[in-house]
């Protein structure tokens, strides 16, 4: 009988005894000395330096193209050429406007000159009655002072003599009057028919505008545009690189990382040293694009529009640290190693770089610890 109670025992005491849940695949790293490198890696693509967007100005059917993707270009060269009817139609209903007001214009001139002329028949009328009636007054007031006419005739010779010359004088008022009149008018209608002939001039501009010709010598870039297809003003077409300038690196950065860019941070790459020469400011689905560039005629001659370039961008000065692989059991609380188990411990993290956790404190050289994502919180864990 006792010798069956001891297994019992046994039995009953290992089942009341906690169970170590052990770690299947567990990844262990050691901690080591060396220098933490404050990086960050790019994935980076050839620009030029200079290259002129090309936008449209107009819309319109693209009728025809006239140049392709990485044909060299001269300043002034045709590139596409653009059918708009209702520009078409506009031009012509302008035009038609302009032909009315310019006839109109026209008559009014015309009817001025006619109406001169009836005028100075009529003024020249007058002042023949004006003088006829002076000449009679003078004879009646003759023959009043030698007695051969009586006072009741020289007054009234007198009085022809006065409605003559004020007849006279009405005239040339309303005459100068009515010229003044039909000369503004006349002036009025040819600043609105200058008016049309100037946005008559925009609009032939304009249809000359869509045949878009280069606005610099270079390489065609990123043009695409095929026949048929619609364009509206704005568009983005494509680029023309100037093939005198350099080129330079842009890349896309985690807007995590925007307070800690500054000018002059240097990127090393294969193709040698850059500086990170602008940050733009827009946050584009969580990017932020940068600007690096090569120190002057620095930039490599073989390298072309286009291709990427691995970069490694340092945000800091390397400086002599304890580090750790990262992993996702790297944390504030991880499991360090003790014999065939792991036991948590809580330590003080840094920054992380390239790969590489730096560890401010409780961990010395040597610690091997369990950078895979632990298969529990408990306070022991088994190896297998």
Avoid at 16 to 21: A, E, I
Avoid at 40 to 50: G, I, S, T
Avoid at 166 to 192: N, V
Avoid at 368 to 383: C, D, F, H, T
């Amino acid at each position: 009988m006792a010798a069956l109670a001891v297994p019992a025992l046994a039995l009953l005491a290992w089942q009341r005894t906690p169970q170590v849940q052990t770690v299947e695949t567990p990844q262990l790293a050691a901690v080591r000395a060396g220098e933490f490198r404050d990086e960050l890696p790019l994935r980076a693509r050839v620009e030029p330096l200079r290259s002129v967007q090309l936008d449209a100005a107009e819309a319109g059917r693209v009728e025809a193209v006239l140049a392709h993707e990485g044909d060299q270009v001269e300043a002034g060269a045709p590139l596409y050429r653009l059918h708009s009817p209702e520009q078409e139609q506009l031009l012509m209903q302008r035009s038609a406007e302009v032909a009315q007001q310019m006839a109109n214009v026209s008559v009014q001139r015309s009817a001025q000159a006619a109406s001169l002329a009836l005028n100075r028949r009529e003024l020249a009328q007058l002042q023949a009655a004006q003088t006829e009636s002076q000449a009679e007054y003078q004879r009646q007031a003759q023959l009043a002072a030698a007695g051969f006419v009586s006072p009741a005739a020289l007054e009234q010779a007198e009085r022809r003599q006065r409605l003559a010359a004020q007849l006279l004088q009405q005239a040339r008022q309303d005459l100068r009057l009515e010229a003044e009149t039909r000369q503004q008018s006349i002036d009025e209608m040819a600043r609105a028919v200058q008016g049309l002939q100037h946005g008559l001039q925009l609009l032939e501009r304009s249809r000359e505008r869509l045949q878009q010709r280069a606005p610099i010598a270079g390489q065609l870039s990123g043009f695409q545009l095929q026949v048929g297809a619609s364009v509206r003003p704005g568009d983005r077409l494509g680029r023309i690189d100037d093939p005198a300038s350099s080129v330079q690196l842009v890349a896309d950065v985690d807007e995590y990382y925007l307070p800690r860019l500054q000018i002059g941070q240097v990127a090393t790459g294969p193709h040698g040293d850059l500086s990170l020469a602008q940050t733009l400011p827009q946050v584009q689905g969580g990017k932020v694009r940068v600007l690096l560039r090569w120190p002057q005629a620095a930039a490599p001659a073989a390298l072309r529009p286009g291709q990427a370039v691995d970069l490694r961008l340092q945000l800091s000065a390397p400086r002599p640290a304890l580090l750790l692989p990262e992993g996702p059991g790297v944390q504030s609380r991880l499991y360090v190693r003790q014999g065939r188990e792991l036991r948590p411990r809580t330590v003080q993290l840094g920054r992380t770089a390239a790969g590489q956790v730096e560890v401010l404190a409780g961990l010395q050289a040597g610690d091997e610890v369990l950078i895979s994502q632990p298969p529990s919180q408990a306070e022991r864990l088994a190896l297998p």
